[in-house]
């Protein structure tokens, strides 16, 4: 059974940075789609960062050039920088994980590709 646990959320204030950490258990790290979401209160959980096997990376418009995805297949860890954070990025982020291989299409950041999700961690950006 896979597991997913998210740290590194918290309370920062708009411009400031945080890191976010995903580790995973009973899967084969390497070898699976990775993905982060988020979903604030009263909307859809979206797409925020993907990144496949080979290392292909996908970004949400609204987050490109300030989030980075990594990952590191030794230390089953999937990572998010978070930076420059804007008050919209308050929301419980999730990591995601799937044995399918998308190919680094558009599909990586939809929910539905995912087979495996973590229980979350809490972003909250002030002014």
């Known amino acids: 059974q896979v597991q997913l646990v998210e740290s590194g959320g918290g309370s920062v204030q708009a411009g400031g940075s945080l890191r976010l950490s995903c580790v995973v258990s009973g899967a084969t790290f390497s070898t699976y789609s990775m993905a982060w979401f988020r979903q604030a209160p009263g909307k859809e959980r979206e797409g925020v960062a993907s990144i496949e096997a080979d290392g292909v990376r996908r970004y949400a418009d609204s987050v490109r050039g300030r989030f980075t995805i990594s990952k590191d297949n030794a230390k089953n860890t999937l990572t998010l920088e978070l930076n420059n954070l804007k008050l919209e990025a308050t929301a419980m982020y999730y990591c995601?994980?799937?044995?399918?291989?998308?190919?680094?299409?558009?599909?990586?950041?939809?929910?539905?590709?995912?087979?495996?999700w973590g229980q979350g961690t809490q972003v909250t950006v002030s002014s």
């Open positions: 995601a994980a799937d044995p399918r291989y998308y190919g680094g299409s558009w599909q990586t950041l939809l929910p539905t590709s995912y087979n495996s």
